[in-house]
């Protein structure tokens, strides 16, 4: 297990973050965390650790530097999240660690808009995305021209999140699925649910990294699926 903090040039700073490569890694995990969150976060180092257990390669970092984190209205610069996203998708395949690794996405809240956007500017390159509790109203220009397989997991009890990411669903022109978490909340802090929740993610990704993008082998089509 290679694992390293790392610094990621992009046009205007430098952002900090771990990236962590299991042996006989192919595939990249690249996280896209909710406003006012880091690459420090419990909730995605743990579902980092959940698909580095299953070979998965983790990029955990920071879409602001320090300075910028403290302008609130930054937080919510969607455009300006995508931008950063796009250029360290770029960095990793250029960089020589990562970049026989094919790029896969997970994003969450706020994120999960930054993740959406990215995958609908780079067709034909990410396999694979994975909302959660996303506020993908935030990306709603972008949802129809996502080639990627997608993964929405959104809590029972997020009512206003889950009615967007109905709707959202209903838009995207690939493979998708909508997972309800019975009993969770929109940051899945009831006991077993952020668990459940990894453990979905997980397997979407390990289902859809060894299909090339646009291709409909081995792909769900649309499905809502309710779990207790």
Same mark, same amino acid.
């Given at each position: 297990?290679?694992?390293?903090?790392?610094?990621?040039?992009?046009?205007?700073?430098?952002?900090?973050?771990?990236?962590?490569?299991?042996?006989?890694?192919?595939?990249?995990?690249?996280?896209?965390?909710?406003?006012?969150?880091?690459?420090?976060?419990?909730?995605?180092?743990?579902?980092?650790?959940?698909?580095?257990?299953?070979?998965?390669?983790?990029?955990?970092?920071? =879409?602001?530097?320090?300075?910028?984190? $403290? !302008?609130? *209205? #930054?937080?919510?610069?969607?455009?300006?999240?995508? @931008?950063?996203? &796009?250029?360290?998708?770029?960095?990793?395949?250029?960089?020589?660690?990562?970049?026989?690794?094919?790029?896969?996405?997970?994003?969450?809240?706020?994120?999960?808009?930054?993740?959406?956007?990215?995958?609908?500017?780079?067709?034909?390159?990410?396999?694979?995305?994975?909302?959660?509790?996303?506020?993908?109203?935030?990306?709603?220009?972008?949802?129809?021209?996502?080639?990627?397989?997608?993964?929405?997991?959104?809590?029972? =009890?997020?009512?206003?999140?889950?009615? $967007? !990411?109905? *709707? #959202?669903?209903?838009?995207?022109?690939?493979?998708? @699925?909508?997972? &309800?978490?019975?009993?969770?909340?929109?940051?899945?802090?009831?006991?077993?649910?952020?668990?459940?929740?990894?453990?979905?993610?997980?397997?979407?990704?390990?289902?859809?990294?060894?299909?090339?993008?646009?291709?409909?082998?081995?792909?769900?089509?649309?499905?809502?699926?309710?779990?207790?």
């Amino acid at each position: 297990m290679y694992t390293r903090q790392i610094e990621i040039p992009v046009s205007e700073t430098v952002l900090h973050g771990v990236l962590t490569i299991p042996d006989g890694a192919k595939s990249l995990v690249i996280f896209s965390h909710g406003s006012g969150s880091s690459h420090k976060s419990p909730r995605n180092k743990y579902v980092a650790g959940v698909l580095q257990d299953e070979g998965l390669a983790t990029l955990l970092f920071d =879409l602001l530097d320090p300075e910028e984190e $403290l !302008n609130f *209205s #930054a937080r919510f610069n969607i455009p300006l999240l995508t @931008k950063r996203l &796009v250029e360290v998708i770029e960095w990793a395949r250029a960089d020589k660690r990562t970049g026989n690794l094919t790029p896969m996405l997970f994003g969450a809240s706020t994120g999960a808009a930054s993740a959406l956007n990215a995958a609908a500017m780079r067709p034909g390159e990410i396999p694979a995305v994975v909302s959660r509790g996303g506020r993908v109203d935030l990306a709603s220009d972008s949802i129809g021209n996502i080639d990627s397989a997608v993964l929405f997991i959104v809590g029972e =009890l997020d009512f206003e999140v889950l009615r $967007l !990411n109905r *709707s #959202a669903m209903s838009r995207l022109r690939g493979p998708k @699925k909508l997972e &309800v978490i019975a009993g969770a909340s929109h940051l899945f802090e009831e006991s077993g649910k952020l668990e459940r929740a990894a453990r979905i993610a997980c397997n979407w990704f390990l289902k859809h990294s060894s299909f090339p993008v646009g291709s409909t082998a081995g792909k769900s089509t649309a499905e809502t699926v309710e779990m207790h």
